[in-house]
């Protein structure tokens, strides 16, 4: 069974500068999906940025870039000149694909990121 | 907006009843997937429906059932309610194809008293 962890409950960052949330993932497949969900104050669950496994390049999304090592299954998400909007949970989650379709996601424990004015 | 609507946004009851919670998909999705989000044990996949037949089970609970419609609305239906099944009860959809994000809904908050 796949399992996601992210060892950092909390973290905070000072506004305007840059922070990385760690992830790891224990899985055997060689094809999967990574992303990271923000879950704000409001609760909605909202897609960050996602990374197929077969591609080696890194995602980008604007201020936000994953460092994706798939040999040691890390999957690190950093967001740059944070801003007082980027207060939230954080959330690891792995995908394994369904067939020809979308699997379901597992999640990560989530990491509570707070950014200080 | 994601374009997944959840019904109702609070939900209060007591033990031992039960509760019926709505999901509509955004318009096209085929899939639709239900997850708990509960303080200890993080989020948790309960059930996905493709196109109203069942494709993916989860943590889900007997005491729990879902269904997906002609309309491809779904419902999660929780009897027999206990203070624990106390949480917030998401809804996602997705598309057809491996490379389709899922989007969530805004929650169903559920107290049990």
């Known amino acids: 069974a796949q399992t996601v962890t992210q060892s950092q409950p909390e973290m905070s960052v000072q506004e305007a500068e840059t922070v990385t949330l760690s992830c790891t993932y224990d899985?055997?497949?060689?094809?999967?999906?990574l992303f990271w969900y923000k879950q704000p104050p409001s609760r909605q669950m909202i897609l960050v940025i996602r990374?197929?496994?077969?591609?080696?390049q890194n995602a980008t999304e604007n201020r936000f870039s994953v460092n994706f090592q798939k040999a040691a299954k890390s999957f690190s998400l950093k967001i740059s000149d944070s801003q007082l909007g980027d207060t939230a949970m954080y959330f690891c989650?792995?995908?394994?694909?369904?067939?020809?379709?979308?699997?379901?996601?597992?999640f990560g424990k989530g990491t509570k990121l707070s950014v200080k004015p | 907006d994601s374009g997944v609507t959840q019904t109702p946004k609070h939900l209060i009851t007591a033990t031992g009843q039960r509760v019926t919670l709505r999901c509509s998909p955004r318009?096209?999705?085929?899939?639709v997937y239900w997850y708990q989000q509960s303080l200890d044990q993080g989020l948790q996949f309960l059930i996905q429906?493709?196109?109203?037949?069942?494709?993916a089970k989860g943590n889900i609970l007997e005491r729990f059932s879902a269904q997906q419609f002609p309309d491809l609305h779904s419902e999660l239906n929780l009897s027999s309610l206990e203070l624990g099944d106390s949480a917030l009860y998401f809804c996602?959809?997705?598309?057809?194809?491996?490379?389709?994000?899922?989007?969530f809904g805004n929650g169903t908050r559920l107290t049990v008293t």
């Open positions: 996602a959809s997705s598309g057809a194809f491996q490379n389709s994000p899922l989007h």
């Open positions: 899985t055997s497949e060689s094809n999967y999906y």
């Open positions: 990374q197929e496994a077969y591609k080696q």
């Open positions: 989650a792995f995908m394994k694909p369904d067939g020809g379709s979308q699997g379901n996601l597992i």
């Open positions: 318009s096209g999705d085929l899939s």
């Open positions: 429906y493709y196109n109203g037949e069942e494709r």
